[in-house]
Antibody, heavy 119, light 109 residues
Framework: QVQLVQSGAEVKRPGASVKVSCKTSGYTFTSYNAHWVRQAPGQGLEWMGIINPSGGGTSYAQKFQGRVTMTRDTSTSTVYMDLSSLRSEDTAVYYC????????????WGQGTLVTVSS | QSALTQPASVSGSPGQSITISCTGTRSDVGTYNLVSWYQQHPGKAPKLMIYEVTKRPSGVSNRFSGSKSGNTASLTISGLQAEDEADYYCCSYADSSPGFGGGTKLTVL
């Protein structure tokens, strides 16, 4: 079955960077785009960006341009999301999600990774 | 500010039907039949309930149905059950980037 397993919770200082991993299994890794979505405490879902695991191409939400980098490792079927210059407002649960259709419809999700930014 | 507009909350009694609306623009909901709906229980990851406006993934109850008219999509849940109490989010494909609704909290009375 399709599984997306994310790395564990992180606590970071303001100004630091965080890298969250999402290891996939149960399907052909390079056949489906992956997205990152975050959710601040008590808030809604916010799309961050997309990566094409086949060629590595990315597109980021304008809000995160310059601060976010999404990469992949085809040898381990893992995608990564790196967010830099962290501030308190980046405290959130970060999810990876598989795009089942290629049209931004997310049919499988990771369990989420809590990133806490605090001094 | 969310790209799509949903009511903050809706409620219904067991057995009743409820509908959650999701209003976008001609640039997203109005142009593309690519609206999806997600259910999220507290502390859990979202779960896909409806995709391409009306389609249900395997394993999702047929009590859940979707529709669209103009710039507004809707999720209807019939025969409400206690386990349906959750947050619901809509999402639409758009040329630049997908947008989510702000979420609707469903309370089963």
């Amino acid at each position: 079955q399709v599984q997306l397993v994310q790395s564990g919770a992180e606590v970071k200082r303001p100004g630091a960077s965080v890298k969250v991993s999402c290891k996939t299994s149960g399907y052909t890794f390079t056949s489906y785009n992956a997205h990152w979505v975050r959710q601040a405490p008590g808030q809604g879902l916010e799309w961050m960006g997309i990566i094409n695991p086949s060629g590595g191409g990315t597109s980021y939400a304008q809000k995160f341009q310059g601060r976010v980098t999404m990469t992949r490792d085809t040898s381990t079927s893992t995608v990564y999301m790196d967010l830099s210059s962290l501030r308190s407002e980046d405290t959130a649960v970060y999810y990876c999600a598989r795009d089942g259709s290629g049209w931004h419809q997310f049919d499988s999700w990771g369990q989420g990774t809590l990133v806490t930014v605090s001094s | 500010q969310s790209a799509l507009t949903q009511p903050a909350s809706v409620s219904g009694s067991p057995g009743q039907s409820i509908t959650i609306s999701c209003t976008g623009t001609r640039s997203d909901v109005g142009t593309y039949n690519l609206v999806s709906w997600y259910q999220q229980h507290p502390g859990k990851a979202p779960k896909l309930m409806i995709y391409e406006v009306t389609k249900r993934p395997s394993g999702v109850s047929n009590r859940f149905s979707g529709s669209k008219s103009g710039n507004t999509a809707s999720l209807t849940i019939s025969g409400l059950q206690a386990e349906d109490e959750a947050d619901y989010y809509c999402c639409s494909y758009a040329d630049s980037s997908p947008g989510f609704g702000g979420g609707t909290k469903l309370t089963v009375l």
